[in-house]
């Protein structure tokens, strides 16, 4: 079946530092892959997106490449501020399968302190 | 535009009692979810609708009914709470372009979330 795996948190960073957060998938079909940020008290929202193999999707200074040979989408950000802080969720999508629908992976929470 | 909007935004019930979700969107989206967010199991989908007057079920249906009787809105009822329902319970809206430039693109966008204790 369908699947994401993300690293465990909680990460604690110092503001400036770079930020990786690994995500891995397994899919059947060709998925699109998503990042997703939950700031305290609020609903998801959609960072940025990668719709086939080798795109790199972008936002706010966050970047992942759809990595194909690696099943893999991780998160990058080269220097990180405070209001980065943040619980960051990785997904897929299969479209027009018999499944769908977005599989969320189960967060990786993101503490930056200045 | 208001987006996606969930009343209420707190509830505590006791063993037993029910309650309803309410989940409205003024996008003019086609489809709709309703998922539960628990420590360390991110988001689970509970049901879903492809589109006024239908429902599914998603991942974890056991112990709650949806209705979607208008396009703008779809309803999350717990007919009899129990405390293994406490969770936080996010609403989601999304569209995908079928032609033109955008073919394929999906988003989905999500309400600000019910906590929900049971007790």
């Known amino acids: 079946g369908n699947s994401v795996t993300q690293m465990e948190g909680p990460v604690t960073l110092s503001e400036e530092a770079f930020l990786t957060i690994n995500c891995t998938y397994t899919?059947?079909?060709?998925?699109?892959l998503f990042w997703y940020v939950q700031y305290p008290g609020e609903g998801l929202q959609l960072l940025l997106k990668a719709t086939k193999a080798d795109d790199k999707g972008s936002n706010k200074g966050f970047e992942a490449t759809y990595r194909k040979e690696t099943t893999s989408f991780h998160l990058e950000k080269g220097s990180v501020q405070v209001s980065d802080s943040a619980v960051y969720f990785c997904?897929?999508?299969?479209?027009?399968?018999?499944?769908?629908?977005?599989?969320f992976g189960p967060g990786t929470s993101l503490s930056v302190i200045p | 535009n208001a987006g996606v909007t969930q009343t209420p935004k707190f509830r505590v019930l006791k063993t037993g009692q029910s309650m309803t979700l309410l989940c409205a969107q003024d996008m003019n989206h086609e489809y709709m979810y309703w998922y539960r967010q628990d420590p360390g199991m991110g988001l689970r989908l509970i049901h879903y609708?492809?589109?006024?007057?239908?429902?599914a079920k998603g991942e974890v249906p056991d112990g709650y009914n949806v209705s979607r009787l208008k396009k703008q809105n779809f309803l999350l009822g717990l007919e009899s709470a129990a405390p293994s329902q406490t969770s936080v319970y996010f609403c989601a809206s999304s569209y995908e372009s079928t032609g033109g430039k955008l073919a394929g693109f999906y988003e989905q966008y999500f309400g600000p979330g019910t906590r929900l204790t049971v007790t």
């Open positions: 609708s492809v589109g006024e007057g239908t429902t």
């Open positions: 997904a897929l999508r299969v479209a027009k399968t018999s499944y769908d629908k977005v599989i």
């Open positions: 899919a059947t079909g060709y998925p699109s």
